[in-house]
Protein backbone atom coordinates (compact mmCIF):
# COMPACT_ATOMS: atom_id res chain seq x y z
CA UNK A 1 0.00 0.00 0.00
CA UNK A 2 1.52 3.39 -1.23
CA UNK A 3 1.19 6.43 1.39
CA UNK A 4 0.56 9.21 -0.98
CA UNK A 5 -1.45 11.41 0.78
CA UNK A 6 0.44 11.41 3.75
CA UNK A 7 3.94 12.93 0.96
CA UNK A 8 1.42 15.13 -0.52
CA UNK A 9 -0.54 17.14 2.29
CA UNK A 10 2.19 19.09 4.07
CA UNK A 11 1.91 23.09 4.35
CA UNK A 12 -0.42 25.56 2.43
CA UNK A 13 -3.23 27.19 3.21
CA UNK A 14 -6.85 24.93 4.22
CA UNK A 15 -8.45 25.08 0.34
CA UNK A 16 -4.50 24.13 -0.91
CA UNK A 17 -4.48 21.19 1.79
CA UNK A 18 -7.90 20.36 1.11
CA UNK A 19 -7.96 20.56 -2.46
CA UNK A 20 -3.99 18.58 -2.63
CA UNK A 21 -5.72 15.84 0.22
CA UNK A 22 -8.94 15.13 -2.87
CA UNK A 23 -6.01 14.99 -5.30
CA UNK A 24 -4.13 12.35 -3.37
CA UNK A 25 -6.75 10.32 -2.45
CA UNK A 26 -7.64 9.68 -6.06
CA UNK A 27 -4.03 9.44 -7.04
CA UNK A 28 -4.32 6.98 -4.58
CA UNK A 29 -7.69 5.03 -5.97
CA UNK A 30 -5.30 5.53 -9.26
CA UNK A 31 -2.09 3.64 -7.65
CA UNK A 32 -4.71 0.74 -5.83
CA UNK A 33 -6.80 0.53 -9.40
CA UNK A 34 -6.39 -1.82 -12.34
CA UNK A 35 -6.00 1.30 -14.35
CA UNK A 36 -3.30 0.48 -17.42
CA UNK A 37 -0.13 2.53 -17.77
CA UNK A 38 3.34 2.51 -15.20
CA UNK A 39 2.81 4.92 -12.68
CA UNK A 40 5.51 7.61 -12.61
CA UNK A 41 7.28 9.82 -10.36
CA UNK A 42 7.32 12.96 -12.55
CA UNK A 43 10.40 14.58 -11.26
CA UNK A 44 12.89 11.59 -11.22
CA UNK A 45 15.84 13.13 -10.58
CA UNK A 46 18.59 12.17 -8.14
CA UNK A 47 17.62 14.71 -5.15
CA UNK A 48 14.34 13.33 -4.68
CA UNK A 49 15.56 9.98 -4.28
CA UNK A 50 17.40 7.96 -1.33
CA UNK A 51 19.93 5.75 -1.34
CA UNK A 52 21.90 3.02 0.90
CA UNK A 53 25.12 3.01 -1.06
CA UNK A 54 23.69 1.43 -4.24
CA UNK A 55 20.25 0.61 -3.18
CA UNK A 56 17.32 2.52 -3.89
CA UNK A 57 15.61 3.05 -0.33
CA UNK A 58 12.94 5.69 -0.96
CA UNK A 59 11.58 8.12 -3.13
CA UNK A 60 10.33 11.71 -2.31
CA UNK A 61 8.61 14.60 -3.59
CA UNK A 62 5.72 12.98 -5.03
CA UNK A 63 3.58 16.25 -6.39
CA UNK A 64 3.98 15.10 -9.74
CA UNK A 65 3.05 11.77 -9.55
CA UNK A 66 0.78 10.27 -12.55
CA UNK A 67 0.42 7.68 -14.84
CA UNK A 68 2.32 8.03 -18.23
CA UNK A 69 4.78 7.10 -19.95
CA UNK A 70 7.86 5.72 -18.43
CA UNK A 71 10.15 7.56 -20.67
CA UNK A 72 9.22 10.56 -18.93
CA UNK A 73 11.30 9.60 -15.88
CA UNK A 74 14.13 8.23 -18.15
CA UNK A 75 14.06 11.47 -19.65
CA UNK A 76 14.08 13.69 -16.35
CA UNK A 77 16.60 11.16 -14.54
CA UNK A 78 19.25 11.54 -17.82
CA UNK A 79 18.62 15.34 -17.68
CA UNK A 80 19.32 15.96 -14.06
CA UNK A 81 22.55 13.47 -14.14
CA UNK A 82 24.15 15.34 -17.30
CA UNK A 83 23.23 18.57 -15.33
CA UNK A 84 24.85 17.26 -12.31
CA UNK A 85 27.93 15.36 -13.84
CA UNK A 86 27.99 15.86 -17.82
CA UNK A 87 27.01 13.62 -20.47
CA UNK A 88 28.87 10.33 -18.96
CA UNK A 89 26.01 11.12 -15.99
CA UNK A 90 22.68 10.46 -18.26
CA UNK A 91 24.75 7.93 -20.15
CA UNK A 92 25.34 5.99 -17.14
CA UNK A 93 21.44 6.33 -16.13
CA UNK A 94 20.74 4.92 -19.44
CA UNK A 95 22.76 1.92 -18.95
CA UNK A 96 21.60 1.00 -15.55
CA UNK A 97 18.04 1.60 -17.18
CA UNK A 98 18.45 -0.67 -19.74
CA UNK A 99 20.18 -3.36 -17.88
CA UNK A 100 16.83 -3.18 -15.46
CA UNK A 101 14.40 -3.40 -17.94
CA UNK A 102 16.40 -6.18 -19.89
CA UNK A 103 16.06 -4.40 -23.37
CA UNK A 104 16.97 -1.29 -25.37
CA UNK A 105 15.36 2.18 -24.24
CA UNK A 106 12.76 3.53 -27.00
CA UNK A 107 12.76 6.63 -28.25
CA UNK A 108 15.47 8.07 -25.76
CA UNK A 109 16.42 11.20 -27.69
CA UNK A 110 12.77 12.02 -27.80
CA UNK A 111 12.22 11.81 -23.70
CA UNK A 112 15.59 13.75 -23.32
CA UNK A 113 14.34 16.62 -25.57
CA UNK A 114 11.33 17.00 -23.62
CA UNK A 115 13.54 16.93 -20.26
CA UNK A 116 15.55 19.47 -21.08
CA UNK A 117 12.89 21.67 -22.33
CA UNK A 118 11.47 21.41 -18.48
CA UNK A 119 14.42 23.45 -17.35
CA UNK A 120 14.24 27.02 -16.76
CA UNK A 121 16.39 29.52 -19.79
CA UNK A 122 19.00 30.91 -16.50
CA UNK A 123 19.66 27.84 -14.17
CA UNK A 124 19.95 30.09 -10.68
CA UNK A 125 17.16 28.05 -9.35
CA UNK A 126 18.55 24.73 -10.25
CA UNK A 127 22.07 26.48 -8.31
CA UNK A 128 20.11 26.92 -5.02
CA UNK A 129 18.53 23.11 -5.38
CA UNK A 130 21.56 21.54 -6.05
CA UNK A 131 23.50 23.74 -3.42
CA UNK A 132 20.85 22.15 -0.99
CA UNK A 133 22.41 18.71 -2.01
CA UNK A 134 25.52 19.77 -1.49
CA UNK A 135 26.67 20.77 -4.89
CA UNK A 136 28.07 24.28 -4.53
CA UNK A 137 30.37 23.85 -7.46
CA UNK A 138 27.55 23.97 -10.04
CA UNK A 139 26.80 27.40 -11.33
CA UNK A 140 24.51 28.80 -13.83
CA UNK A 141 27.26 29.26 -16.61
CA UNK A 142 28.10 24.81 -15.39
CA UNK A 143 24.37 23.99 -15.85
CA UNK A 144 23.87 26.06 -19.07
CA UNK A 145 26.93 24.37 -21.13
CA UNK A 146 26.09 20.98 -19.52
CA UNK A 147 21.77 21.09 -20.39
CA UNK A 148 23.05 22.52 -24.07
CA UNK A 149 25.22 20.16 -24.44
CA UNK A 150 22.73 17.18 -23.27
CA UNK A 151 19.81 19.05 -25.56
CA UNK A 152 22.55 19.06 -28.60
CA UNK A 153 23.29 15.07 -28.35
CA UNK A 154 19.74 14.63 -28.13
CA UNK A 155 18.96 16.53 -31.19
CA UNK A 156 22.02 15.07 -33.27
CA UNK A 157 20.24 11.56 -32.42
CA UNK A 158 16.83 12.35 -34.07
CA UNK A 159 18.45 14.37 -37.08
Not at 5 to 30: M, W, Y
Not at 66 to 74: E, F, K, S, T, V
Not at 94 to 110: F, T
Request: net charge negative; aromatic share 6%; with cysteine.
Amino acid sequence: SSHIGEVVVRGGDESSVALLATEAAALEAIVASDVPGPRLLGVAMGGNTMWDHDRLTGIIDWECAGIGHPGIDLGMQRCDAALVVGLSGADAVLAGYESAIGHAAADVAYWDIAAALTTPGTMDSFVQIYAGQGRTDLDPPTLLARRDAFLAAALDRVR
